[in-house]
């Protein structure tokens, strides 16, 4: 079965910073492209960052931009958002999504289950 | 960057309804858009990929429709398991961008 499982999210005060994980199960990781994206409480979805199969090519959403980093590690399927200066704004559930292009169409399939961040002192 | 703006940001409809969903992009993404369906309290899941085709699994009421910078999702009659919010999505660009979102809820 093919799964997401983040891990990392808390309470950290703004300024802070935390490290989300996502294991990746299932399937051959190093083959996809993978995603993070949040919602904030009673909001909509907001797409955060996307990080190549190879780790090669990162981007961002300018509102994270110079402030979260991407990352993987293909040897232990895993998956990582570096949030640094946090702001109460960036308080959501981050959700990690794999790249699904096996219809020869970019869809985000499956998602994780979301871990919480909350920003607050 | 791409913006994606969908309406209505709720409606309301009875079991049975068709219900119709605009999205509407800020440039031409050809058919790179993706239907989503989020529960409350749940993770989004695809219904629809390339703005017309249907997801494995995804019932047959479900169908979209589109290209360039406008797009339909239509459920052509509502059950009471699609109660949920609907997002559409372009996968034009590695920069990815949602719609803010449309709310079924019970009439």
């Known amino acids: 079965e093919v799964q997401l499982v983040e891990s990392g999210g808390g309470l950290v005060q703004p300024g802070g910073s935390l490290r989300l994980s996502c294991a990746a199960s299932?399937?051959?990781?190093?083959?996809?492209?993978m995603n993070w994206a949040r919602q904030a409480p009673g909001k909509g979805l907001e797409w955060v960052s996307y990080i190549s199969n190879t780790g090669s090519t990162t981007n961002y959403a300018d509102s994270v931009k110079g402030r979260f980093t991407i990352s993987r590690d293909n040897a232990k399927n895993s998956l990582y958002l570096q949030m640094n200066t946090l702001r109460d704004e960036d308080t959501a559930v981050y959700y990690c999504a794999r790249d699904d292009y096996s219809s020869g169409w970019s869809k985000f399939d499956p998602w994780g289950q979301g871990t919480l961040v909350t920003v607050s002192s | 960057d791409i913006q994606m703006t969908q309406s209505p940001s709720s409606l309301f409809a009875s079991v049975g309804d068709r219900v119709t969903i605009t999205c509407r992009a800020s440039h031409n993404i050809n058919n790179f858009l993706n239907w989503y369906q989020q529960r409350p309290g749940k993770a989004p899941k695809v219904l629809v990929y390339a703005a017309s085709n249907l997801q494995s699994g995804v019932p047959s009421r479900f169908s979209g429709s589109g290209s360039g910078t406008d797009f339909t999702l239509t459920i052509s009659s509502l059950q009471p398991e699609d109660f949920a919010t609907y997002y559409c999505q372009q996968s034009y660009s590695t920069l990815s961008s949602f719609g803010g979102g449309t709310k079924v809820e019970i009439k």
């Open positions: 299932g399937f051959i990781f190093s083959n996809y492209n």
